[in-house]
């Protein structure tokens, strides 16, 4: 991964969602052409620009992609760029430096966090690129996952986490709502497509709610976990099943989540 070089220029991209095999990876894939054209190599730091800046490790589309002006990125990628699937960003080269030290906000929980744990967070970091306000998911054991914000980091602009990084870990989460890229308001548009979510089904992907919000899957599945002892939800795997009247009281919780 180059650190500390010029832009070269940029390209805009259509963002769309990233296949499975992709999530989590911090990985943006798009075509050889388009790598060419900035000077990006595979495993390059690429910067994706929309509402915010970030940036993810840049990979050649897949071959069903290689002739399209797509960037496939997953959905922390496009929150912690503010960009929307379906609609353009902005793709450079970036300019990178290696991460002197990192200060990460565990998202709506808290932790009880020593040099031993910060020892290992920053492994599971390692050689990653972020940018101060992204939103970081660290697997911790098989099946749980921590989502951090990244509070504070030095030098300023985007860095990459190496051996030498020193990462400090909050123990509260009671500040990172307030650096969660969240869309500035509950608009009309999201009202209705949530609205058509639950009109044509009532076993809703959770993946798909967490979308139309905007926020990352397990955000969106930590608050729908709390909101079950208010109304009834059944969580089934990757799903919900709600019926219409619940369904009703979920979409006014969730825009009343903005106004929190």
Known sequence: MAEEHLHTGFVMLVATEARSRDEGRSIIRIPSKVMDELGIKTG????????????AITWPAYPHDADSMLARIDNTIRVNAGAEYGKEVRVSRAMVAKAECITLVPFNTKLRTDERFESFIRRKLLNLPVTVGDVLRVPIGISREIDFVVKDAAPSGHVIVRAGTIVVVET???DARAVIPLPREFTEEIKQQLKQLFTIARRVNITDIASIMRVPRSIAIKRILEWSNLIEIKIDGDFIVIDDAN????ADMLEQWYDE
């Open 44 to 55: 390059d730091a690429a910067e994706i620009r929309a509402e915010k800046s970030t940036c």
């Open 172 to 174: 509260s989460g009671d």
């Open 247 to 250: 369904a009703a009281k979920l």
